[in-house]
């Protein structure tokens, strides 16, 4: 008898897993995904995104049709809002985003959504790699030279963008003497700025760094790398690249040229920056109120590409580096970091973006 | 590199690649035909399908159907005095007055002849100017970009119709329109009435429709006459005229064709400007100026030539360095990365073969879009004699259709009908809208350049780079040119104003009274906003509220004039009704698609115009608006995916 029962109840369970399934796959059999990206065609944001576009239907069950729209504008804000305020809470809205965190963390009035509101799916994160051209002041051979030289130009984009602020932080932690110029669209637009010698030292994400940077700066020899940023797991220690043998942490440069750990705010500042930039430049949500089947299913489609061979290939192919994908917690968690800033760290931000 | 460009060329006429070519014509002619779509739709449509293609078919199919959209975009300049890309404006300035000539043929004939050849001869200069390309393009940073967009809003200023003043104003004001939505640098809204649509910034084709389009359908709407206002057996020109024409200006040809590759080589700013550096050289460079404005078939070849020629020109800093200069050249940046291919200096060595085979894609391309183009132009040359109420319900449904395509929002649609009261206002106030145009689309990238220059330089010793002098120099000589131009004809014909010879006079008041209000009202709010965000809109309202206010007195001082003479100083005053009447009919459009969508709402509008305005057979309405509704249903539902509005009742 127990047995004919416990057989039922495995019978029972494996329907109702089947009848969830069966959900799920009715959620999305014919539909259409619009994915969202808050940043214009074209840019690495734009490319990552394509790529997960490409690949992230056929794990979810139905195989819905999905169709790519970039909202850009604002340095990512428009399309943050557009989520909140725009797109319905259906599951057929999807955002791939660069999520501009920090705005939120500096209480942007242009930002009229609450990120940690949005249900989110997952991230992935790069390593940042900082440059300098050779012939910036009276000439760079090696790291050591930054801070002897006077009045380099540093081109960023927009001054409450987390690019600016973690170099200029980082800049004025080793104590660089520089000029700040910022306004460039892109980090394309960045490269050409330095190529044309118009600024001299900047920072790109490893996929811009691969693409841009290398081929015209670095291996015709008119800029060598600095450092990049690692992120730092809770107990403090450096999660190194392995992709970027060869070239030093900040953390390794710091303590070479200055002899010592950094600490205080700014340095917790900075941090704070760095973790969520390095851990999760792109992350991936949908609206909040989205029918929990259509998260279930897209979470799990998040899960599954990150084991997908085919997706590390193209990406590897395309992004120079393998893909570095968090999951639904870790994202959520990161989101919920980002709001839980201390005014001490946030009045510091504001300090440092009025100072411009 | 002659072998690479050999194999180059191999590897694009290797099957599949020049199937795949072709097929990107026959899409790129589409593309470019209906206002509204263009290369850009085009290529992020098309961007999905290449994933799995190897990389000389993709390339092909992306830059196939990217060559033609300028080729075919000249259809709507010509018949309808719409721009169909940015790159096609100056085309209307004689291209629509050649079509009123019943010139549309001839101006065809010449456009596409001109348009492949400059095509092929840009990718040709592409080719051989690779060596140099690197310092040139080096040599423009974001200083030098600002004055190259002071240089295309003077050249525009004064050469779109005869007051250079007014111009200048509606110039300044197009930039003042850029500034709308988020700042760039500091996140301050700007202009945006508190309305969230606004805060995007406005929407460029719906405000282009507006101003362009929606004043010639007015016209043909409230006097039903055909586009032509010459009877068809009466037109002397036919195509081959036209290509004639092309051939004979075969110096202005090649001239034109290094104008276009070398400003297109110019990320971001090339695309924009490239027609009028090109019109305003054939204006300056030819001794009888008195036809331009008027259908001078020359100031259809210039431009024509170099917004193809630019096309090579556009792809060098895409594929040589990773600067995209358009958004279409990003997407193509898109493709080259997923292909596996680093912009960068192998591009131009150990994989010159593929930039080769994009050059080649554009020399076929080009000369393959002519010629079938050639094959139907004179069929779609003939719209321009039919009766102008049989042609204003398609115009409306395209018109309507462009504006809803790029966002998806009704908010467009309000955004269409009100620029399209603000052109017919300066249409028949004789204020020129290209400048307008050109100044809200490079507004953005020279506010950018001009608040990177300014911080990456000390004070102003950035005008005192060479080439910013060469450009400066520039800029000083088209306005003297202009000024001098204009006080000639002063001195033959005291009017002040003479645009095709039939201004308003009060509607010229009310032109530049508006354009006087609008930088009142952009100037007020600029002393509250942080510097980086209101140093800009401030001094651009400044001159602009001084010009327009000068203009206005010499308006006012017109007005006196003919009212002295005994003139009639509103001559419009019997076409107002009509207007507000057509104008109830398209807010009918809009509230029947908010009830029922826009796939109901337009083949009504279609339907009822014909049988009303038109006074057409009820058979005749019913399988024009069938017509309308299929042409919808394939052409926008299923090919471009469009997303329609979720009205009350189909939601």
Known sequence: MKRVLSTALAGAAIALVGLAGAAEAQFYKGKRITILINYSAGGPTDIEGRLVAKHLSKHIPGNPRIIVKNVPGAGGITGSNYMGEVAKPDGLSLAIFTPPLISQVLQDPGLRVDFSKFVWLAGIGHPQVCYIRKDAGSGVSSVEDVLKIKGFKAAGMRTTSSHDLRFRMALDLLGADYKYVTGYKGLAKVVAGVMQNETQFSCGSVPGFRKNVEPNLIEPGHAISLWYYSAVDPKGMEVRNPHLKGIPTYLDVYKKLKGKSPSGVRYDAFQLINNLSVSMLRGSFVPEGTPDEAVKALRAAWEALAKDKDFAADYTKVIKAPPNIILAAAAQAHVDAAGKVSPEIVAFFKDLIGRK | ?651
């Open chain 2, 1 to 651: 590199m002659f072998d690479a460009a050999l194999s180059g060329l191999v590897s694009v006429i290797a099957w599949p690649a020049i199937g795949y070519l072709f097929l990107g014509v026959f899409i790129g002619l589409y593309f470019g035909a209906v206002p509204g779509l263009s290369g850009l739709v085009g290529m992020a449509i098309l961007l999905p399908f290449t994933f799995a293609m190897e990389p000389v078919p993709a390339l092909a199919f992306l830059l196939g159907m990217f060559a033609v959209t300028t080729t075919s975009d000249t259809i709507a300049s010509v018949l309808l005095g719409i721009p169909g890309t940015a790159a096609s404006q100056a085309t209307i300035l004689d291209g629509y007055p050649m079509a009123m000539k019943g010139e549309a043929s001839r101006a065809f004939g010449a456009a596409f002849t001109v348009s492949a050849v400059g095509g092929l001869l840009g990718a040709v200069v592409l080719g051989l100017s690779i060596p140099i390309v690197k310092p040139l393009i080096l040599s423009f940073t974001q200083a030098e970009f600002f004055m190259l967009g002071l240089l295309g809003l003077a050249m525009v200023g004064s050469l779109s119709g005869d007051s250079m003043l007014r111009g200048l104003t509606a110039a300044l004001i197009g930039l003042g329109l850029s500034y709308v939505g988020y700042a760039e640098n500091g996140a301050v809204p700007r202009y945006w009435l508190g309305t969230t649509y606004l805060l995007e910034g406005l929407p460029l084709i719906p405000v282009v429709l507006g101003l362009f389009a929606l004043p010639e359908v007015i016209d043909l709407a409230v006097r039903n006459s055909s586009i032509s206002r010459v009877p068809e057996d009466r037109v002397a020109g036919g195509m081959m005229t036209g290509i004639r024409d092309a051939w004979r200006n075969w110096w202005l040809v090649l001239r034109s064709t290094a104008i276009g590759a070398y400003v297109g080589m110019l990320p971001g700013l090339g695309g924009s400007i490239v027609d009028w550096v090109a019109y305003g050289h054939v204006v300056q460079s030819s001794k009888d100026k008195e036809g331009f404005g008027k259908g001078d078939v020359r100031g259809v070849i210039a431009p024509e030539t170099a917004n193809n020629a630019m096309k090579g020109g556009a792809l060098i800093p895409t594929v040589a360095f990773g600067i995209p200069g358009s958004a279409s050249m990003a997407i193509l940046l898109g493709a080259l990365m997923i292909q596996n291919m680093t912009p960068g200096p192998e591009m131009l060595t150990t994989k010159l073969d593929i930039t080769f085979s994009l050059m080649w894609t554009l020399v076929i391309a080009n000369v393959a879009g002519a010629l079938l183009l050639m094959l139907l132009a004179r069929q779609v040359a003939r719209v321009t004699f039919v009766r102008g109420h049989f042609v204003v319900p398609a115009i409306t449904l395209f018109v309507f259709m462009g504006a809803w395509l790029a966002n998806s929002n009704l908010g467009d649609w309000i955004t269409l009908l009100i620029f399209g009261l603000v052109g017919y206002v300066m249409k028949q106030g004789g204020v020129p809208r290209p400048p307008m145009v050109l100044g809200f689309v490079i507004g953005p990238i020279m506010e950018n350049a001009l608040f990177i220059t300014t911080s990456a330089h000390d004070g102003l010793s950035w005008l005192g780079r060479p080439i910013c002098l060469i450009i400066g120099a520039l800029i000083l000589l088209s306005i003297l040119f202009a000024v001098r131009r204009q006080r000639k004809k002063k001195a033959d014909d005291p009017r002040i104003v003479a645009d095709l010879g039939r201004t308003d006079p009060t509607m010229s008041l009310v032109a530049v009274g508006l354009l006087l209000a609008v930088a009142v009202y952009g100037l007020a709010p600029t002393f509250a906003w942080p510097a980086d965000v209101g140093r800009t809109p401030m001094i651009t309202m400044i001159p602009a509220i001084c010009l327009s206010a000068v203009a206005l007195w010499q308006g006012a001082r017109e007005v006196r004039r003919i009212r002295a003479e005994g003139g009639d100083i509103f001559p419009v005053r019997a076409e107002i009704a009509p207007v507000a009447h057509l104008y109830l009919w398209w807010i009918g459009v809009f509230a029947l698609a908010v009830v029922a969508g826009q796939l109901v709402a337009l083949p009504v509008f279609v339907a009822l115009y014909l049988l009303v305005w038109g006074g057409y057979a009820w058979w005749i309405a019913l399988i024009y608006a069938a017509a309308g509704w299929a042409f919808l249903y394939v052409m926008f539902d299923r090919i471009v995916a469009v997303l329609w509005y979720p009205s009350l009742l189909f939601h």
